[in-house]
């Protein structure tokens, strides 16, 4: 269960960013990095996280618990999160949800029975020119969405 | 006359590979670093030339560039720092963005110079979230600097010393506000710190820190290339320079658009296509929704920059201007707004933990047809009680849009609550019923 030596090999490289006296800097990045190794944070994860940088437990924990992008439930293997603030629901990412959410079968914090999908609401991702839009994974940024361009995306990934 | 861009921040926007060293070095690009650098430039002249200039915090505050530099200990026994705020999560703001993946190389010489003008020794960018292929670019453009000596140690062979990081954040508005971010950067949980200490003496690792917006930092290359004086010359009074406007909602095209402080809202919106579908402007929140929404009256005369805005009864904010045609519902809009500051306040200061949810849950109890009409006085107290009582300026943030709202469209929200459905909603079913009678007809 511990982490691969390919993730520990990039907390080492955010490690280089911080004085060799702070080590705590780094957990947000271990965390993330963490969560895409195993897909999700669990308890013995995080407590991992936090006894490779040397730091409590609970330090980890209150920080995996503050920020939205932490996964402390087991998700889909692909996570949706579509942005339905203001510059979004003005172009109309309702329409998007209501597509997703019939296509899938799922609402917002849900996951598909075969495990591939998970739909959740984002607040504004700092790309509201491009709206309707939504990530894929915390990585994949898609923008412009149309219900068509949306069937092709989840087309295009790997079941 | 329609307006034409002036391209500062996104001067390598149109090129290819925008973001490469290649295309900035280019363009002139690290010029004046090393110019500065080994010339031995004097702070003080750095900072004058800066003050001169008229740049204001790009960040949404508007504080002065060159009076925030000169907060700076000039001598401390340690390591002082740089930070950029990359963490733009104000919706309709994404205008730093578009520099981190398209002018990277800008802004790290941006901060480069402000790293010699400030003494700092190591400097980090925030980066927001949820823009992960950006911040991979910055990396990138981080590597090739390095590579190229323009980061690292002794630049240039003069014993200048400057390295930069990029953070990534995971997801909290909050830590958009300087301190929270100081705090992420440190990994902890994103919550704002009592001011005073201001970073200036006590930020990064309780050392000094000089915060500035991405923008800012960006705007410093030209500034040192062409003079302070021709920077505040692009400008009007008060607001000195180019800024990036993000135009975002319903017009034709949204985007960023880099135009001189002081431009006509009209021309601006022609610039973004005028309102889509050849609607008709309702409103605009001209800087993100910290700043009071404005009625098409209040601002098709206004001009952007920090004068005319607050005389149109608003503020410039971060430049993030949110449209709005006649089918906009301000209601259920509202809503949207305050489960915003509901959901991404820190908890920390019970105004603002328990005032953002009392306004959510009334504007909900409005939306879902319950709501009374002693409501719309709740909201008005309930966010008169937040603003000013607070650690840091989101409880302002979140009591400006409801005030706003219920001021210029008060007669929207009580109809909501006499009829419990939306008036714009009932005006365009009335309208549709309307024209297919004539259609039968
Ligand atoms: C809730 C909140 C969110 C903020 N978000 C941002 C942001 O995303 N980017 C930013 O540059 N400044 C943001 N600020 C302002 C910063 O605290 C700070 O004033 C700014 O980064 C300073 O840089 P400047 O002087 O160059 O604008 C925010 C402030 C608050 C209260
Ligand atoms: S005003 Fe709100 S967001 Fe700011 S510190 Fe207080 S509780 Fe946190
Ligand atoms: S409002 Fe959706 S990305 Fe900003």
């Known amino acids: ?159 | 006359m329609s307006a034409t861009q002036t391209l500062v921040c996104l001067r390598t926007v149109g090129q290819d590979n925008p973001a490469s060293l290649a295309t900035y070095l280019k363009l002139g690009g690290y010029a004046q670093l090393q110019k500065l650098v080994t010339e031995k430039v004097k702070a003080t002249e750095i900072i004058s030339q800066v003050k001169l200039s008229g740049l204001r915090g790009r960040g949404g505050a508007g504080f002065p560039t060159g009076l925030k530099w000169s907060f700076m200990p000039r001598y401390f026994d340690g390591t002082k720092y740089l930070v950029c705020n990359t963490d733009e999560g104000e919706p309709g703001t994404f205008k730093d963005r578009d520099i981190i993946r398209y002018n990277p190389h800008q802004l790290i010489e941006g901060m480069a110079i402000a790293a010699y003008t400030l003494g700092a020794r190591v400097g980090y960018n925030y980066i927001h979230g949820e823009i992960w292929q950006d911040y991979e670019i910055f990396e990138a453009a981080l590597e090739e600097a390095r590579a190229a000596g323009f980061l690292g140690e002794n630049l240039f062979g003069t014993g200048f010393s400057f390295d930069l990081y990029a953070v990534h954040g995971y997801g909290a508005y909050i830590c958009g506000e300087e301190t929270a971010l100081i705090e992420s950067i440190e990994g902890k949980k994103g919550q704002p710190r009592f001011k005073p200490p201001f970073p200036a003496s006590y930020g990064v690792f309780g050392k000094p820190t000089n915060v500035n917006n991405t923008e800012s930092y960006t705007s410093i290359p030209w500034i040192m290339e062409h003079g302070g004086q021709a920077f505040q010359e692009l400008g009007v009074a008060n607001s000195g320079g180019s800024k990036i406007f993000s135009i975002s909602g319903h017009v034709d095209k949204p985007g960023n658009y880099e135009v001189n402080m002081g431009i006509p809202f009209a021309e601006l919106l022609a610039l973004a296509g005028g309102v889509w579908k050849g609607r008709q402007l309702k409103a605009v929140i001209p800087g993100g929704p910290s700043t009071a929404v404005l009625p098409a009256a209040a601002i098709i005369g206004a001009t952007m920059d920090y004068d005319g805005l607050s005389k149109a009864g608003s503020s410039l904010g971060a430049g993030s201007m949110i449209v709005m045609d006649e089918t906009t519902c301000m209601v259920k809009t509202l809503k949207r707004l305050s489960y915003f500051f509901f959901e991404e306040s820190c908890g920390q200061c019970t105004p603002c933990r328990e005032g953002t949810g009392w306004l959510y849950r009334v504007i909900k109890r409005i939306v879902d047809g319950q709501g009374r009409l002693e409501d719309l006085d709740l909201l008005t107290d309930v966010s008169s009680n937040i603003s000013g009582r607070t650690i840091c300026a989101l409880g302002d943030a979140a009591a400006t849009p409801v005030l706003s709202f219920i001021k210029h469209f008060r007669p929207e929200f009580e109809y909501y609550i006499r009829h419990g459905r939306s008036m714009v909603e009932d005006g365009l079913a009335a309208q549709s019923q309307a024209q297919q009678e004539v259609a039968y007809a």
């Open chain 1, 1 to 159: 269960m511990s982490l691969s030596t390919e993730s520990q090999a990039k907390i080492d490289r955010e490690l280089t960013k911080y004085p060799p006296e702070h080590r705590q800097a780094a957990v947000m990045s271990a965390l993330r990095i963490a969560q895409t190794e195993k897909g999700w944070l669990s308890k013995e994860t995080i407590a991992e996280v936090a006894d490779y940088l040397g730091i409590p437990a609970i330090a980890a924990l209150e920080v995996a618990t503050f920020y939205n992008m932490y996964e402390l439930e087991p998700v889909g293997k692909y996570k949706i999160t579509v942005c339905t603030n203001i510059s979004c629901m003005l172009r109309d990412s309702a329409e998007i949800v209501t597509h997703l959410e019939k296509k899938l079968g799922i609402g917002f914090n849900e996951t598909t029975a075969d495990g591939q999908f998970t739909l959740k609401e984002g607040e504004c991702m700092g790309c509201c020119g491009g709206a309707p839009l939504f990530h894929i994974n915390n990585t994949q940024m898609h923008e412009y969405l149309t219900p068509e361009k949306v069937d092709q995306i989840l087309e295009g990934l790997d079941k």
